[in-house]
């Protein structure tokens, strides 16, 4: 059994940085998974990266454990290290993972097995003591191989960096580094799941826009000001600003006068960050902020509209009646950001992680939701006409009720996770598309299990191989539906009868 466990958890993936399954095969002492060879050294072998190239390797591993973590059954791979992370960079920096031999599929959560699988010092406390895994337990084992790779430290000799308390104080080690990346590294490396990134998505989000070596002053705010010259060249200027710094002298055109005259404004705009400060009914239209941290600020009737707020911390944030229609927002963190009223019609919200955000009747049309990340998300009679929700993963609770979805795009949309668990009845609490308006929408793919539909309009929607098991779909309007391949095992047919694809059996009990 748990041969054939290892076997269909290696087999089925398929990516290509994780070389592919050729076959296996049971020994004495133990099950050999065979698999494809790739011409590229692991990282246990003493190689020279610079620290930027220690960050590339970081994206590209946490995209393979995006991609695992977005399986049906999430996949947790357990072993983690410098020895199972190949790196070939004779043209560029191209990353394999290997050695799936401890992996197990799951559902939000793995249990660990009886026995503890992998390798001291880079399992996470969690794994240790035996207790449940979660998606941000690989995590963990990848922060303690970075350390390795940017401190020199030998696998066999992480221990000596590692406390009583399971902590590693990166800071003395790495001096050199920024103080952001310093503090990715230290969440990567909690020894406690809740004060870590919940899963990759969120670790990948949260790296990509950061400097892993502090740039010159001087430099990072020659840098700034040409995107914000950039960023206005096709404005109308109403006046001119000077600055100058040393002996070079610099002028910057600037749209609106206004952005000078705000403190706040102007202290966003010069240092791309302004934690809980004061910012309603700023005009920042067309402004570039990109990875600024807007976290707790008051942005309540803000006009961002067609703002670059791409990898923005909007953490917390009020943004009630804010104009973001055109926005960029790609990676960026709304995580208990305040939307209500909100115009988000165009915006790109594309790997976007929005958690505990009340859009109920928000105006999302056109918007991009693209490999977004979503959870206790309330989008009760919003409208998402139009709206591209291809490959979306949904964590917990989900309302979608009375919400206009005509011609929305969920090709391969992953609305399993809102269930929290596998429900095999009409058992739909958590995750709601009654009478919500699907009429020509794509669902192509999209897992659908155990989801109401009551009264749902699909006229004409693409549900080509799309899984309704055990959903409830009673009074839903299918004309003109495509139904190719679709899944229907215990769902409620429109008509009010259950479908069962082999007829059930009825016993009669003896006297």
């Known amino acids: 059994m748990l041969m054939s466990q290892k076997l269909n958890c290696y087999s089925s993936l398929n990516h290509a940085s994780i070389p592919r399954y050729l076959g296996s095969f049971e020994t004495p002492t133990g099950f050999c998974l065979i698999q494809e060879y790739k011409k590229a050294p692991s990282l246990a072998q003493p190689r020279h990266f610079t620290p930027e190239e220690i960050k590339q390797i970081a994206i590209a591993v946490l995209e393979i454990l995006m991609y695992l973590q977005r399986q049906r059954q999430t996949v947790i791979h357990r072993d983690i290290k410098p020895e199972n992370i190949l790196v070939d960079r004779s043209r560029q920096i191209k990353v394999y993972l290997v050695d799936f031999g401890f992996a197990r599929r799951g559902g939000g959560e793995v249990a660990a097995s009886s026995v ?27 922060g303690v191989t970075l350390i390795c790779l940017l401190t020199k430290t030998k696998s066999i000799e992480i221990g000596n960096l590692i406390d009583k308390d399971y902590r590693i104080n990166v800071k003395p080690l790495v001096p050199k580094l920024s103080r952001q990346f310093i503090e990715w590294l230290s969440k990567m490396t909690a020894p406690s799941l809740q004060e870590r990134y919940p899963n990759a998505v969120a670790a990948l989000t949260a790296l990509k826009p950061i400097e892993v070596v502090d740039t010159d002053p001087i430099q990072k705010l020659l840098i700034h000001l040409r995107k914000l010259s950039d960023s206005f060249s096709d404005a109308v200027l109403a006046r001119k600003q000077t600055l100058v710094i040393g002996t070079t002298l610099i002028v910057v055109g600037v749209g609106i006068t206004s952005y000078w005259q ?18 309603q009914n700023a005009n920042l239209r067309d402004a570039y902020l990109e990875g600024a941290d807007l976290r707790g600020a008051n942005l309540k009737k803000a006009n961002l509209e067609g703002a670059f707020l791409k990898s923005a911390k909007l953490n917390g944030a009020n943004l009630v009646g804010a104009k973001l229609n055109g926005a960029n927002l790609v990676n960026a963190w709304l995580e208990w950001t305040r939307l209500e009223n ?11 992680v929005l958690v505990g955000i009340n859009l109920a009747g928000a105006d999302l049309r056109g918007v991009t939701l693209k490999h977004a990340t979503l959870a206790n998300v309330n989008l009760e009679g919003a409208n998402l006409e139009g709206a591209n929700l291809e490959h979306i993963s949904v964590q917990r609770a989900f309302n979608l009720r009375r919400a206009n979805l005509k011609n929305a795009n969920l090709v391969r949309a992953n609305l399993f996770d809102a269930l929290g668990q596998r429900l095999e009845g009409a058992n739909v609490s958590n995750f709601d598309l009654g009478e919500a308006n699907l009429k020509g929408a794509n669902l192509a793919g999209a897992s659908l299990i155990g989801i109401n539909l009551r009264g749902a309009n699909l006229e004409g929607a693409n549900l080509e191989r799309a899984d309704l098991t055990g959903a409830n779909l009673k009074d839903a309007n299918l004309t003109g539906a495509n139904l190719i391949g679709t899944r229907w095992e215990g769902a409620i047919l429109p008509n009010g009868i259950r479908y069962y694809s082999q007829p059930r059996r009825t016993y009669r009990r003896r006297n």
Request: glycine share 6%; aromatic share 6%.
């Open 262 to 279: 705000n403190r706040h404004v102007r202290q966003l705009r010069n240092t791309q960050k302004c934690v809980e400060c004061n910012l």
């Open 116 to 142: 503890v699988k992998g390798t001291l010092g880079f399992m996470p406390p969690e794994q240790l003591f035996n207790r449940k895994l979660t998606k941000a337990s690989d995590l963990y084992s990848l």
């Open 342 to 352: 909100t115009n988000l019609s165009g915006a790109n919200l594309e790997m976007t």
